[in-house]
Every structure is written in structure tokens, then in C-alpha cells.
């Protein structure tokens, strides 16, 4: 787990910072992304490569930050997942809390940290991501960030309630031979999945400011990062995302 020091600095005046780094096949998402699409998959579920295919459309539109979380729940079928982690599943079982479910499934997309759906289907993905933003209920606080040579300058805009700063490390492409399982014999490209997961701070509704060394991120080999501006519900598990940004190729 990354290990750094973080400079917190406020001012009366202005300006706070958080980054999200994340990387797509093709493009980064925009400065103002219109939603955060999480994807619980594995490399041991048949019903997976759909979904894995439109992870990586959904990164190519440029305008979602989309990110991979691999689960280890189906390794005992024949096939070990080669990006899976406890943490990953994890989460997945906070959001079953979050969203009222007794258990959790893939593929399954989660939106904004408010819905789900099958990771499958990428229109009513999109149409979920923009009846949140029409709704009010998409990345309402604003959130920049910019990287130099030693340093990412992370910036929190002002907003409501208070929130965690969360910063989501991932490869950009991993491609998979899988040997074994309900997916044998398929070579599968994965994208944007999900390495480690820190909290970095705690933003209250009022403008920070977050430096990074960049040092940590090259010095672990990760192509990028996300941060995500996420509320925390009264029994610890993850709520809404309220603000996200991106920033990709900081591997080096």
C-alpha cells in the first residue's frame, strides 16, 4: 500500500483540490466527467467479456470515468483471477449495503454510487448517468487537478455535507490469456482495473487543497489514478460520488 505525505493547506479566499486519475483505451475522461461507472467483474464469470467490452467503450467516451473492480468470489471455479483482490469484493458487498441488496452479482455496474445495473448494457448505463445529472444527483462539486514534475495539485470546490477524497489506482490495459474456468481458451483485454484503493482526506464543504507527490505513482508502476469525492453513509459504507477528475499516464 503507497505510503506518502500530504500537504493540506486552506485558504480563505479559494481553492481546493482533488485528483481522479483514471486512464481509458482511448481517451481520459473530460475535466467535468458526467458520471462514475464502477464494474464488478472477474476473469471466471462467463457473463463478464460483454460487460469487460463495454467498460472500455464507456472509457473511450471520454465524458465517464469508468473503472474496473476484479472480484475473487469465483476463483474456486477453475480460474484464480489475475487482478482480483478481497478489497475489490469488498466493496462490492459495501455497496450491496448501500443500495438495500442482499447480495451481489456480475457483471454489475454501479453509477455514481447510487444504482446498479448490468455492466452489460451500456445504454441504460449512460441513461442512468445522465438522469442523474439531469436529477441534480451527478458530480456537483468541482474538482481539478494538475501535475508537474513532483507534485499533482489536487482542488475540492465548496458543496454540501462532508465527504471522503479517494484515490482508486489502476492499469490501463492488462491483456489475459485464461487458462481455466467458464472462460477458458479466451484471451480477454482488461481495462482500467482496479489496483488499491486509499482514503487520502476528508473534505467538509469547504475549499482544500491536496499535493501529491507524483513520486508515489510512478514509483509503484500504476498508468494512473482516480479520485473520487464520495459520502459515507452512518454504517461506514460507501454513498454517493460527488465529484470526480482524471489524470492518466503518470506511470514512469
Keep these: 500500500m503507497a ?4 500537504t493540506l493547506v486552506r485558504t480563505l479566499v479559494a481553492a481546493t483540490v482533488l485528483s481522479v486519475f483514471a486512464a481509458s483505451p482511448v481517451t481520459a475522461a473530460e475535466k467535468n466527467p458526467r458520471g462514475v461507472v ?66 451481489v452479482y456480475t457483471p454489475q455496474a454501479v453509477i455514481n454510487g447510487r444504482d446498479h445495473i448490468n455492466g452489460a448494457d451500456r445504454p441504460g448505463i449512460n441513461k442512468k448517468v445522465d438522469a442523474f445529472a439531469r436529477a441534480g444527483s451527478g458530480l456537483n462539486v468541482a474538482l481539478t487537478t494538475r501535475m508537474d514534475a513532483d507534485r499533482i495539485r489536487i482542488t475540492v470546490g465548496k458543496g454540501q455535507g462532508k465527504a471522503n477524497v479517494i484515490v482508486v489506482y489502476y492499469d490501463q490495459l492488462n491483456t489475459v490469456a485464461v487458462k481455466h474456468g467458464e472462460n477458458r481458451g479466451k484471451t480477454i483485454d482488461y481495462w482500467n482495473a482496479v489496483r488499491d484503493i486509499q482514503t487520502i482526506a476528508m473534505w467538509d464543504g469547504e475549499a482544500m487543497a491536496l499535493d501529491l507527490p507524483s513520486s508515489v505513482m510512478k514509483g509503484h508502476n500504476y498508468d494512473g489514478c482516480a479520485i473520487l469525492l464520495q459520502r459515507v453513509k452512518t454504517n461506514g459504507v460507501p454513498g454517493e460520488i460527488i465529484g470526480a477528475a482524471t489524470v492518466q499516464d503518470i506511470k514512469g
Excluded at 505510503?3 to 500530504?6: A, D, G, H, K, T
Excluded at 476473469?43 to 467516451?61: H, I, K, T
Aim: with cysteine.
Design 38 to 103: 464502477e464494474l464488478f467483474t472477474s476473469q471466471g464469470c462467463s457473463s463478464c467479456p460483454p460487460a469487460d467490452r463495454v467498460l472500455s467503450e464507456l472509457a473511450a467516451q471520454g465524458d465517464v470515468i469508468a473503472l474496473a473492480y476484479h472480484v475473487d468470489y469465483w476463483d474456486n471455479l477453475g480460474w484464480k483471477d489475475t487482478l482480483g483482490s478481497a478489497r475489490n469484493t469488498a466493496r462490492q458487498y459495501d455497496y450491496a449495503h448501500t443500495l438495500g441488496r442482499s447480495s
Design 3 to 6: 505510503l506518502f505525505i500530504i
